[in-house]
């Protein structure tokens, strides 16, 4: 294998440098490249999830007494940070389960109100499942079609083919701002100006793009943002739904029970002001405080840094890879921290096995995106994908283990 080009490549910001030994999950001789799939914790979160069960655990919403004020605070705390993390505000945002969660409240709420027969829903072919089957169960509910935009020969968005596709009829767009396969980075601008030029509403799903690119919704144009906290250095089990103030305050509610009432009789229930009355029952309270310590973690280092960071290894990794005549790399070459790959005739699965004794753990298989698959034509891809810890010796691990696969298969 040739040298990688160090510092020659790209300069990293120092406190970059050093946060491998934040992360105790993440032993200095293993490589973990599969962030997208899931982050691993910086020490500031497990401490932060640690302390709120240990010290500070109560209800929030209901307790009269201070402990549960102060955790009421700590956790509307959170829902202010998380909205700020992407430039919205705390009444326009709802705590979800993740950006599955968010989706299908959208689909279940806004869209159940909204979408009529006849009606299209505008997605693109690379989507993940999460932005594919709330909008197939609403569209079979209501007699509506879904329209797919095409994909450029590298892999992005094609943002005129798209615009071509929004009728009188669509009524939404739905699109990845990070491409979970791929790694390519939409122009939500672009697509949120064609969607409101022919009056369809703009979701953008940001699971890939909050824990690696800088997010605005308004400078975006988005109505509706969704994120999952667990791969943004968070826990598991919380995430975000934004959308803009007038449309989240005119959406039906979801779950009905505790907490989303403002008045419940028998005969009649009136319901909560948004966001509440989007969260029925007790919340994920110390989800919300760890996310808030991850966030505080993130904008501590700055997600330009983060990003930056992950495109100057991707560009390594891209370069080692493309040395190597077996191997076949999808995707834009300017993506954000993900690159999708494949070797030879050998089984995505196989490579991840041999990368994975190696001390290497990539993800393997359809990344819960088939459509996207089918389009590539192939049944599955190896995929790395970086994050703030990741390091040059990483992609060095990852590079031997793939020579030592080529190797093994001949
Ligand atoms: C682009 C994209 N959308 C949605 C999801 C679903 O996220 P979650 O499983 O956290 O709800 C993922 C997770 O892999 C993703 O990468």
């Known amino acids: 294998m040739s040298t990688l080009p160090l510092a020659a490549h790209h300069v990293l910001p120092p406190r970059l440098l ?18 997208a799939a899931t982050s691993q914790k910086p020490r500031a979160v497990i401490e932060a999830i640690n302390r709120a069960y240990a010290q500070d655990y109560a209800t929030v919403h209901r307790g009269v007494y201070a402990r549960s004020a102060h955790m009421t605070e700590a956790y509307e705390a959170a829902r202010e940070a998380a909205a700020g993390f992407i430039g919205g505000a705390a009444d326009e945002a709802v705590f979800v389960r993740g950006a599955t969660e968010g989706i ?10 909204t979408i009529g027969e006849g009606d299209r829903i ?24 879904i329209d797919v935009a095409p994909l450029t020969a590298d892999g992005r968005i094609d943002e005129a ?16 701002h990070v491409s979970n396969v791929l790694g390519g980075v939409a122009d939500i601008r672009r697509i949120a100006d064609a969607a409101h030029a022919k ?24 109505d509706f943002y969704v994120w999952s906290g667990h791969k943004l250095y968070g826990p598991t089990g919380i995430g975000l739904l934004w959308a803009r103030r007038e449309i989240l305050a005119a959406m039906p509610p979801w779950q009905g029970g505790g907490s989303m009432i403002d008045d419940v009789r028998f005969e009649k229930v009136t319901y909560a002001a948004a966001p509440q009355r989007f969260e029925a029952g007790t919340p994920h309270i ?22 930056a960071h992950e495109r100057a290894l991707l560009a390594i990794t891209r370069a080692e890879l493309g ?43 359809h990344h819960c995106a088939q459509p996207l698959m089918r389009h590539l034509g192939v049944q599955a891809t190896a995929r790395a994908s970086f994050s703030a810890h990741s390091s040059e010796a990483d992609v060095a691990r990852l590079v031997k283990g793939i020579e030592r696969t080529m190797r093994i298969f001949g």
């Open 18 to 35: 050093d946060v491998r030994g934040e992360f105790p999950g993440v032993p200095a001789d293993w490589a973990y490249l599969d962030a």
């Open 323 to 365: 040395h190597l005549n077996s191997v076949r790399l999808f995707g834009p070459e300017d993506s954000a921290g993900i690159l999708s790959f494949a070797v030879a005739d050998v089984h995505p699965h196989d490579v991840a096995t041999i990368l994975d004794e190696g001390g290497v753990a990539i993800r393997a298989g």
């Open 199 to 222: 009056g369809a509403l703009l979701l953008v799903d940001g699971c890939q793009a909050a824990p690696r690119v800088k997010v605005d919704v308004r400078a975006l144009g988005a």
């Open 104 to 113: 299908n409240l959208v689909a279940d709420t806004w869209g159940e109100q």
């Open 286 to 307: 110390v989800g919300a405080v760890g996310l808030h310590a991850a966030i505080r973690w993130v904008e501590d280092i700055g997600i330009e840094a983060i990003d």
């Open 161 to 176: 083919a798209l615009t071509a596709l929004i009728g009188p009829r669509t009524k939404l767009v739905a699109v990845a």
């Open 122 to 145: 505008l997605l693109s072919q690379l989507e993940h499942h999460s932005n594919i089957v709330p909008w197939r169960m609403l569209a079979d509910r209501k007699g509506a079609e």
